[in-house]
T-cell receptor, first 115, second 111 residues
Framework: GAVVSQHPSRVICKSGTSVKIECRSL??????MFWYRQFPKKSLMLMAT?????????EQGVEKDKFLINHASLTLSTLTVTSAHPEDSSFYIC???????????FGSGTRLTVV | SQQGEEDPQALSIQEGENATMNCSYK?????LQWYRQNSGRGLVHLIL?????REKHSGRLRVTLDTSKKSSSLLITASRAADTASYFC???????????FGQGTRLTINP
């Protein structure tokens, strides 16, 4: 079946630094990837949708300069949290799809802690 | 943006009992999916029901969809302690090409 690898699974960074999270589709080419954010005991909130080779589409209220998304190839999307602050601490999950029968495949998530 | 609501927000039952979770949504959909998430972990896809389907089964899971009421239910029969997790519905909205999640139900199965 379709597999999405997300890395790192956990990261701790200092305030003011930037952190990059990678999302890779291992055995299929993902035309579209999605990034979600999840606060403790809450649901997944869609942050943005990225299509290979084009700019990401951000959901209302999500700062695109804060959360930089790059989808440079059909198998890789990255989310960079820039100038991280403690309030950016959260669980980030990516998802990938081809919209051709693979459905949506989710990564295992990244727990970001900003200290 | 959240698509809709799930109820109950939390459910605690005894092992062996059945658990029912409900999901409501607001817009027209292509399909509705249910996922499970253990604490602090990734999502596990449970079942997908298309907009032209009314009921679907998978093992101990039974999902119904009522598009006229914009609602779905997930029934887990003969629950086990290992079923303890959060359960989310997610809708694949027509014309949107993205998956939007409900608020989720935290299910606790007591041994």
């Amino acid at each position: 079946g379709a597999v999405v690898s997300q890395h790192p699974s956990r990261v701790i960074c200092k305030s003011g630094t930037s952190v990059k999270i990678e999302c890779r589709s291992l055995d299929f080419q993902a035309t579209t990837m999605f990034w979600y954010r999840q606060f403790p005991k809450k649901s997944l909130m869609l942050m943005a949708t990225s299509n290979e080779g084009s700019k990401a589409t951000y959901e209302q209220g999500v700062e695109k300069d804060k959360f930089l998304i790059n989808h440079a190839s059909l198998t890789l999307s990255t989310l960079t949290v820039t100038s991280a602050h403690p309030e950016d601490s959260s669980f980030y999950i990516c998802s990938a799809t081809t919209f051709q029968g693979y459905g949506y495949t989710f990564g295992s998530g990244t727990r970001l802690t900003v200290v | 943006s959240q698509q809709g609501e799930e109820d109950p927000q939390a459910l605690s039952i005894q092992e062996g009992e059945n658990a029912t979770m409900n999901c409501s949504y607001k817009t027209s959909i292509n399909n509705l999916q249910w996922y499970r998430q253990n604490s602090g972990r990734g999502l596990v896809h449970l079942i997908l029901i298309r907009s032209n389907e009314r009921e679907k089964h998978s093992g101990r899971l039974r999902v119904t969809l009522d598009t006229s009421k914009k609602s779905s239910s997930l029934l887990i029969t003969a629950s086990r302690a290992a079923d303890t997790a959060s359960y989310f519905c997610a809708t694949d909205r027509q014309g949107a090409q993205k998956l939007v999640f409900g608020q989720g139900t935290r299910l606790t199965i007591n041994p």
